[in-house]
């Protein structure tokens, strides 16, 4: 088992370079095209595009402090190992809040875009609900949890099993709306002129990005279960790829299908 204090060292620097290297650039990108080249589609991808860099900035800044304490401003009064084991720490705590906040704010956008695709139907949308109600409520469980651990001891079993519960159901939720928003479009193109293939970029986007964040994901819930330290490593890094992934979809479609008559990204 990796030591704590390597671990957050490192999924420090993973998560700068996944933001400041790739996240960053990207939603600058994002930006020129819907402001300026793009203005049809940014009255929601715009502001979902600038919270989720909101949040990833919050996460990353919270890291940076924490990171400050423990190697540096309490070096001398409790070694960095035993500093990041204290969950009830209020960086801690933050972070798990502000994560929270941004995967159940890109869910709802998924959960949406799906319900509208499927012609805004009932039965999208309250299942939708539901799962993004019940991870609100155990976000904010978990969030109170932590905030109540004794230090140096690991987070009580209900909290545990609530953050099981919040991995599967974002998994399920992710997957199970781009597999229905790319069943939508694959039906709605296949008896239209050109077929499938004129939007066969829009597919690929969808499901590259889908699967990113999954694969994120499950390393995130694998780790969990193992009890790893690997698993402070993966949280970290989600964040910025949940903007990856959202940014991803907008410029691949963009500049595959941008030229064409139809622009749009649905």
Same mark, same amino acid.
């Given at each position: 088992?990796?030591? %704590?204090?390597?671990?957050? #060292? +490192?999924? &420090? *620097?993973?998560? =700068?370079? $996944?933001?400041?290297?790739?996240?960053?650039? /990207?939603?600058?990108?994002?930006?020129?095209?819907?402001?300026?080249?793009?203005?049809?589609?940014?009255?929601?991808? %715009?502001?979902?595009?600038? #919270? +989720?860099? &909101? *949040?990833?900035? =919050?996460? $990353?800044?919270?890291?940076?402090?924490?990171? /400050?304490?423990?190697?540096?401003?309490?070096?001398?009064?409790?070694?960095?190992?035993?500093?990041?084991?204290?969950?009830?720490?209020?960086?801690?705590?933050?972070?798990?809040?502000?994560?929270?906040?941004?995967?159940?704010?890109?869910?709802?956008?998924?959960?949406?875009?799906?319900?509208?695709?499927?012609?805004?139907?009932?039965?999208?949308?309250?299942?939708?609900?539901?799962?993004?109600?019940?991870?609100?409520?155990?976000?904010?469980?978990?969030?109170?949890?932590?905030?109540?651990?004794?230090?140096?001891?690991?987070?009580?079993?209900?909290?545990?099993?609530?953050?099981?519960?919040?991995?599967?159901?974002?998994?399920?939720?992710?997957?199970?709306?781009?597999?229905?928003?790319?069943?939508?479009?694959?039906?709605?193109?296949?008896?239209?002129?050109?077929?499938?293939?004129?939007?066969?970029?829009?597919?690929?986007?969808?499901?590259?990005?889908?699967?990113?964040?999954?694969?994120?994901?499950?390393?995130?819930?694998?780790?969990?279960?193992?009890?790893?330290?690997?698993?402070?490593?993966?949280?970290?890094?989600?964040?910025?790829?949940?903007?990856?992934?959202?940014?991803?979809?907008?410029?691949?479609?963009?500049?595959?299908?941008?030229?064409?008559?139809?622009?749009?990204?649905?």
């Amino acid at each position: 088992n990796i030591p %704590l204090d390597k671990v957050m #060292l +490192l999924s &420090l *620097f993973l998560e =700068t370079l $996944l933001y400041a290297g790739i996240f960053l650039s /990207l939603y600058l990108l994002t930006l020129f095209i819907l402001l300026v080249l793009n203005k049809s589609q940014r009255r929601l991808l %715009l502001p979902v595009a600038t #919270l +989720l860099l &909101l *949040f990833a900035t =919050t996460h $990353l800044l919270i890291d940076f402090v924490e990171a /400050l304490e423990a190697f540096i401003f309490n070096v001398h009064t409790i070694s960095a190992d035993a500093y990041f084991s204290i969950l009830s720490s209020p960086f801690e705590v933050s972070k798990t809040m502000v994560y929270a906040m941004q995967t159940i704010l890109a869910d709802s956008v998924i959960v949406w875009r799906c319900y509208v695709l499927n012609h805004r139907r009932l039965s999208i949308a309250i299942p939708g609900f539901i799962v993004l109600l019940t991870n609100a409520v155990l976000a904010s469980y978990v969030t109170w949890d932590l905030s109540q651990t004794p230090i140096g001891s690991p987070i009580s079993t209900t909290g545990a099993s609530f953050i099981t519960t919040f991995y599967i159901l974002t998994m399920l939720l992710s997957a199970t709306c781009s597999a229905l928003i790319s069943w939508r479009i694959y039906h709605t193109r296949r008896v239209m002129p050109g077929g499938v293939s004129v939007l066969l970029p829009v597919l690929i986007a969808i499901i590259e990005s889908g699967t990113i964040y999954a694969a994120s994901l499950l390393a995130s819930l694998l780790t969990f279960l193992s009890g790893s330290n690997a698993r402070f490593l993966t949280v970290n890094i989600v964040p910025p790829i949940m903007g990856i992934a959202f940014c991803l979809i907008i410029l691949q479609v963009y500049f595959q299908v941008g030229s064409n008559s139809s622009r749009s990204s649905e």
